[in-house]
């Protein structure tokens, strides 16, 4: 039954065009009132106008989505409430933007959904109902080259997300993120045009409608990726980790010693959120486990300048003094004073060397200047920040949100900006960034808390990415706090789990240079346990393009891309990499495709996985006859001919006709350019898998394999399985490969993928000496009229208008009435075959001689075909395998 969303009142920001307009349309189509709010006039009221002219209901809203309480108010004032809102805006690039304008460009994408969700959320509690869909990207979940910023913003509505769901539970109030893959600069480059065609708002629309519904699935604080027609739930997973006994072994080397084991995700987890017994339990067995082991040499930091940020008391000055303790020279950067001359002096006392950065975090500039003065340069960057303003989501004022958000991530970008081409230049760097599981999983009252943590997640996983070149390795570590420990009245509660001291091992050994390659990692520490934490992404689901995809049909597949545990699950680690997945599964086999439609035009070939209806192809003796007939079986090889004969039998090679309607039922017009009379058979293969009937009732189902192009042409290949439907044996499988002249071009995939079956891709050279036996076969004038009957009309082989339109001055011979004679050739000659392929090289004119010569190479025969009158090869790269390996198992050898 069709969702409707008769009565509700969707908020939809940046709706102007591209995603926000798909969801506009799409909800107004179900019913629904929708606010389009856009900062362009002109293109809100388009869309409202278009919603209006198919007699829904819409209003704009022109106000900036920094002003979430105008935009709610359109919403109440013309509909009386909201009950859906999906944070989309997103932001316009610019050329040269400046750095002032970058970062505020991208609070704005944050701030934007804080103020509208804000708005809307004391609403949504009222009426016990509300749906919010916030828009990341896969930029935030695994960083991308140049967009430090927006990756940091993107992640940071991961996190906000994640807040929102555990905060709204209570109150009917549901929450889910997208990562939606839309045709961009980004994307231009791994995809060809086709694809990017395909990267339609309307594949992402239905995935919004269905979580958004409140008879939808269950989707509070799940996290999405879609495009395309693909989607696939990405949630986290966590190695199981290591328990360091915490005693004065628990060093950065104790933590190089056992860096495999917190890195192994042989028993992974998946949290969903944090739980407080968890941490008391990884406290405990810490605690119970013995001195750990050192790696060898010891890490130290002599000569190495490290920067940490907000270090005057807690993480900080832990973090600052293991560093002095180590050998390192530490600036000391906080705004207290007393606070950073106390560390300061701590660990000069202790024979280190210290100088204090008295500034704001964001002052990179101020707190590098400070390094070079003191020590004359800089190795490593540890960030770090303490601004922590807890309140539950409806009372969290604009200035708390501001305050954590900016200081946590303005900091971090500031200070990485300011040491970025002292690193660059020397080739040496190890930035770390601190986060915070509340970042990871969300906590109630932390939303702006947890959405900062979160941007740093995704700002670090940038930095990884442009470092990589300059030997910059950017890790980030969350200190894995207990939530309730973050109320300041319950500080001491859990307090052993977060003492400062436990943390600062793990960021020693990432900064240290014993971390030769671990970077863009995310690793969870707490109370002496260390453990890695990477994005999970389910095996997802890509829906055929060819149909309008349906918030109906997204549901019917959620058990399928929301499965990680059907073997499919992969751990995607780049935005390039979520590609190729996302790629690879349009050319992977689709095992469901009932929504593939073979006669609706516009379809993107890559999405093109279909399977036929199973065709049934009942036949009696004569076919059978007919069949040996028409390859040049004669009237005195009664075994072939002869229906009352004791042998009588198919020959192996009849194989192919059970199939061939399956096989020909799809039509190929979706190709561009397509003409039937440019079509050509192209390559064949065929394995006999049991005795072949001689009449009966087979079924066979067939389904793309691929689509090439091959510049001038397409190539399209099937795969069928034929079967006795009586018993469900497979009796034959057929894997055809049809080249359409003209149809290529399509920027598809040049070369296929390695496939499962030897024999068709094997090359069959044939050896050097002459052949083992050769059988010469001149075909009739009539060959091709009589093959026809065997159920293979195609004009091409009897009009000779159509044959001309193909280019060739008479009708062809059918590629598999000389496969036929071909393998009649080597069944007469070595007998019994259980498999044969052949590529059509060249064409075949009734009435020709075929000779075919063919080689033995242990149970396999090579052989190839000619036209004797052109000497011209027409069968090649062609082989087969003897069922019997000898030639003295001949069958019927005195009847044929
Ligand atoms: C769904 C509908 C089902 C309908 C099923 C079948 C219906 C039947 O009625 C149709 C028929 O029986 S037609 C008759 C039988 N077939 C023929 O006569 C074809 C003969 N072959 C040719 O003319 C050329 O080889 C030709 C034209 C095929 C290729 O020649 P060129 O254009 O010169 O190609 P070339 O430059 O050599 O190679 C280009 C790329 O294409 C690959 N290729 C070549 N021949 C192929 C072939 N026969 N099959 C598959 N791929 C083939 C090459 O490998 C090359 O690829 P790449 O560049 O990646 O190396």
Request: include cysteine; aromatic fraction near 8%; proline fraction near 5%.
């Amino acid at each position: 039954m069709a969702l409707s969303f008769k009565g509700h009142t969707v908020v939809v920001t940046g709706a102007g065009g591209g995603l926000g307009k798909a969801y506009s349309l799409l909800f107004a189509s179900r019913g629904a009132n929708v606010v389009v709010n856009d900062v362009s006039e002109a293109a809100a009221s388009k869309v409202v106008d278009e919603i209006r002219r198919m007699g829904g209901s819409a209003v704009t809203s022109v106000a900036s989505v920094t002003d979430g309480e105008l935009i709610i108010k359109t919403a109440v004032e013309h509909f009386g409430t909201v009950t859906i809102l999906i944070n989309n805006a997103g932001i316009l690039r610019f050329k040269n933007m400046s750095d002032k304008e970058w970062d505020f460009v991208q609070l704005v994408h944050l701030k934007g959904a804080f103020s509208c969700t804000k708005a809307a959320w004391p609403v949504f509690v009222k009426q016990k109902f509300g749906r919010i869909i916030n828009t990341a990207s896969a930029a935030g979940l695994y960083g991308n080259n140049g967009q430090a910023n927006y990756s940091a913003a993107k992640m940071g509505l991961v996190g906000f997300t994640k807040t929102l769901a555990l905060e709204g539970e209570k109150y009917g109030i549901k929450a889910s993120v997208i990562a939606p893959m839309a045709a961009s600069a980004m994307t231009e480059t791994v995809m060809p045009p086709d694809m990017l065609a395909g990267l339609k708002p309307e594949f992402v629309a239905p995935l919004v409608a269905a979580l958004a519904h409140p008879d939808g699935p269950e989707a509070n604080g799940r996290l999405f990726e879609v495009g395309a027609g693909f989607v696939a739930e990405v949630r986290w997973e966590r190695s199981h980790g290591v328990h360091f006994r915490l005693d004065e072994t628990f060093t950065p080397s104790a933590i190089a010693a056992q860096w495999d084991k917190i890195t192994d995700f042989e028993n992974p987890e998946h949290p969903m959120r944090i739980s407080d017994t968890d941490l008391k339990r990884a406290l405990d067995l810490s605690k119970a486990s013995s001195p750990n082991p050192q790696s060898s040499p010891e890490i130290r930091f002599d000569g190495k300048t490290v920067i940490v940020t907000a270090a005057g008391a807690g993480l900080g000055s832990a973090y600052a003094l293991m560093f002095g303790k180590l050998g390192a020279n530490v600036v000391v950067n906080d705004t207290d004073e007393a606070n950073v001359n106390a560390v300061v002096s701590e660990i000069n006392k202790a024979g280190g060397k210290a100088v204090p950065s008295i500034t704001s975090t964001e002052d990179g500039e101020g707190i590098v200047k400070t390094a070079l003065d003191a020590f004359g340069g800089v190795h490593v960057l540890v960030t770090n920040a303490r601004v922590l303003r807890s309140k539950p989501f409806g009372e969290m004022s604009e200035a708390d949100w501001d305050e954590v958000v900016d200081v946590n991530i303005r900091g971090s970008f500031r200070c990485a900006k300011a040491v970025w081409p002292i690193f660059q230049k020397q080739k040496y760097g190890r930035i770390i960034t601190t986060a915070s599981n509340i970042g990871i999983y969300g906590a109630p009252s932390l939303a702006n808390y947890s959405t900062a943590k979160a941007a740093i997640i995704g700002f670090t996983k940038t930095l990884a990415i442009e470092g990589a070149r300059s030997n910059i390795l950017a890790n980030v570590v969350a200190s894995t706090a207990p939530i309730r420990a973050r109320s300041p009245n319950s500080q001491e509660d859990l307090a052993d789990i977060f003492k400062s001291d436990y943390l600062a091992p793990v960021l020693g050994y990432l900064a240290s240079e014993a971390n030769e390659e671990t970077t863009g990692s995310l690793l969870e520490v707490a109370g002496g346990w260390a453990a890695q934490t990477r994005w999970q992404r389910a095996g997802g689901f890509g829906f055929p393009h060819k149909k309008p995809l349906t918030p109906e049909a997204v549901i019917s597949k959620w058990n399928k891309f929301t499965n990680f545990d059907d073997g499919r699950a992969t751990n995607p680690a780049s935005t390039h990499e979520a590609l190729q997945q996302i790629i690879e599964n349009f050319e992977n086999e689709n095992e469901e495709e009932e929504y593939a439609d073979p006669d609706d035009p516009d379809v993107v070939v890559e999405a093109k996985k279909i399977r036929g209806d199973p065709e049934e192809y009942s036949y009696e003796e004569k076919d059978v006859i007919l069949y040996n007939l028409s390859v040049g079986a004669t009237e005195k090889e009664l075994p072939l001919t002869y229906e009352g004969d004791s042998d009588f039998r198919a020959l192996p090679t009849f194989g192919v006709i059970p199939a061939f309607a399956s096989a020909s039922a799809f039509s190929l017009d979706w190709l561009p350019n397509y003409n039937p009379a440019k079509l050509l058979h192209g390559e064949q293969y065929l394995a006999i898998k049991a005795p072949i009937p001689t009449s009966g009732t087979l079924v066979t189902t067939t389904r793309v394999l691929e689509v090439l192009d091959k510049g001038k042409a397409a190539s399209v290949r099937t795969i069928s399985e034929t079967k006795d439907p009586s018993t469900g044996e497979i009796i034959f499988e057929n894997v055809m490969t049809v080249f359409v002249r003209g149809s290529g071009g399509f920027g598809g995939k040049k070369t296929g993928n390695e496939l499962d079956f030897g024999p068709i891709t094997a090359a069959n050279e044939p050896p050097q000496r002459k052949p083992d036996a050769v059988a010469v076969e001149k075909t009739n004038a009539s060959q091709a009229a009589l093959y026809r009957l065997n159920g293979d009309l195609n004009p091409l082989h009897i009009l000779p208008e159509f044959a001309a339109i193909g280019g060739y001055s008479t009708p062809i011979l059918h590629g598999l009435c000389s496969f036929g004679i071909a393998g009649k050739h080597v069944f007469k000659t070595f007998g019994e075959i259980k498999d044969i392929k052949a590529r059509f090289a060249g064409v075949v004119y009734p009435g020709e001689t075929l000779v075919t010569e063919m080689w033995k190479e242990n149970d396999k025969v090579i052989f190839n075909v000619k036209v004797k009158e052109r000497e011209s090869v027409v069968l090649a790269a062609a082989g087969a395998t003897l069922l019997q390996g000898t030639s003295e198992s001949l069958p019927l050898k005195s009847k044929l």
